[in-house]
């Protein structure tokens, strides 16, 4: 009887054992799917397939092509589960999830935005937009480009810091050349025809140098061809090097009286933005009032002297295009008028306003502004000067011409603004203008007074 019972315990708890392992198996896990609308993806399942189940077949169609193959068909986005029962008995739970085919979109924005940095995600109806953007502007058009693709974009994007804005330093010399003396000294500038290369001014005035690292090629006329050039007994510039900028000519004919040096103003503002300089002063001009102050002078003032104003840009290649407008106005006496007791000279002005385009650190010249003058003068004795018929004799008059040219030069450079945690920029004075002044040490005794 014992023994019966025995066997009967053990017989039961196996089945017990066979019944969850069963119900184990039945119950197998959810597995995660992921597809596209209009897209089609096979499961390969372990056991022969009895029957399969989807709890909504307008968004996933689900059918059986083999007994262990089955093939599933994105129709809308959304999210379904699928059920698969095999012949043992076994069942699997699938939730597959359904999205748009964001391929396109992405291809869009790649091609839209080549440098920057996006993640598009969709969750039903909508999408996500994640990543670094380097703008707001940039993160606006992206989600403008998303909108057709589903009802609702969440714009997740990130802007990067703007970097700090490109400077740009202008170097600029006013300068003024006396034709007159010029003709005497025989300056001439000769022009190579090669762009940016220079040519080189001769004066013969000067003595010969030996400056054997000033030499260089210059462009020739035809293909190919080139010209050598060094300093000896003449005074050639490279007109358009850097680092020369006309440094040997200016004081060569700063020397000879020929060549003054207005201004020599450095003009800093960053990309795209205009600045100006000006350096003169400001002359009063009487001005006659009507209407119920008919009769009343009010005094207003106007501007002179040099000044010049730039807006420079940097292109995609580097370079610095600008719209430069350089003016020089000085006070002609010459050309003034009488107004009420008030003497009102005129303004002599030359001015430009001009586009250009050149690397960093390229010069240009602007030249050619020409002012030719006439005056007369007349000296004389006093009393006999005035006396009627011999008072010819005892005065004399001179008419003199004058003629100065305006030149402009202009050396643009690429400046960046000093980070947190850069080094100082420090200023190497001289050792003769630093003198040391010698301080006596002395060691005092506090005990004593």
């Known amino acids: 009887m014992n023994r019966k019972v025995a066997v009967f315990a053990t017989a039961f708890r196996l089945s017990v054992f066979a019944l969850v392992s069963l119900v184990t198996v039945a119950q197998s896990g959810p597995e995660d799917l992921r597809l596209t609308v209009g897209k089609s993806i096979v499961i390969d399942y372990p056991a022969d397939i009895a029957r399969i189940s989807t709890s909504n077949a307008d968004i996933v169609d689900a059918s059986p092509v083999t007994t262990r193959e089955i093939l599933l068909h ?173 440094g040997v000519l200016i004081k060569a004919l700063q020397s000879k009286s020929v060549l003054q040096i207005l201004a020599e103003p450095n003009l800093v503002t960053t990309n795209g933005k205009e600045a100006s300089f000006v350096v003169g002063g400001e002359f009063p001009v009487p001005v006659l009032q009507g209407g119920a102050n008919s009769g009343s002078v009010t005094i207003q003032f106007r501007e002179f002297g040099v000044r010049l104003s730039f807006n420079p840009l940097i292109t995609e290649n580097g370079n610095i295009r600008m719209h430069v407008k350089p003016e020089v106005s000085t006070l002609d006496y010459a050309n003034a008028v009488t107004f009420n007791g008030f003497t009102i000279p005129a303004l002599s002005t030359r001015k430009m306003d001009t586009d250009i385009e050149l690397g960093e650190g390229q010069s240009f010249v602007i030249a050619g502004l020409i002012d030719n003058r006439f005056t007369e003068s007349m000296s004389k004795i006093p009393g006999l000067a005035d006396l009627p018929i011999f008072g010819t004799l005892f005065k004399s008059k001179n008419l003199n011409k004058s003629s100065t040219e305006l030149i402009v030069m202009v050396t643009p450079e690429i400046t960046m603004p000093l980070q947190p945690g850069d080094p100082k920029p420090s200023i190497d004075m001289p050792g003769k203008f630093i003198s040391l002044v010698p301080m006596d040490t002395k060691t005092v005794d506090a005990g004593k007074k």
């Open 74 to 246: 994105g129709k809308s986005y959304g999210t379904v589960t699928l059920v698969v029962w095999s012949k043992t008995g076994q069942r699997n739970f699938y939730n597959i999830t359904v999205e748009q085919n964001l391929e396109s979109l992405r291809k869009l924005l790649k091609e839209t935005f080549p440098r920057e940095e996006f993640h598009v995600q969709s969750s039903r109806d909508s999408l996500s937009l994640t990543g670094h953007v380097s703008s707001k502007d940039v993160a606006e058009r992206a989600t403008a480009l998303a909108t057709p693709f589903a009802k609702t974009v969440v714009n997740s994007l990130q802007v990067n810091a703007p970097p700090p804005d490109k400077q740009i330093l202008l170097r600029v010399k006013f300068a003024e050349l006396d034709r007159s003396m010029a003709n005497q000294f025989a300056v001439n500038l000769l022009s190579t025809g090669a762009g940016n290369t220079p040519g080189s001014i001769t004066t013969g005035q000067f003595p010969s140098a030996s400056a054997t690292d000033l030499s260089g090629t210059i462009g020739g006329k035809a293909a190919g061809t080139t010209t050598k050039f060094t300093i000896s007994d003449a005074l050639n510039i490279l007109a358009f090097r850097p680092d020369l900028n006309f």
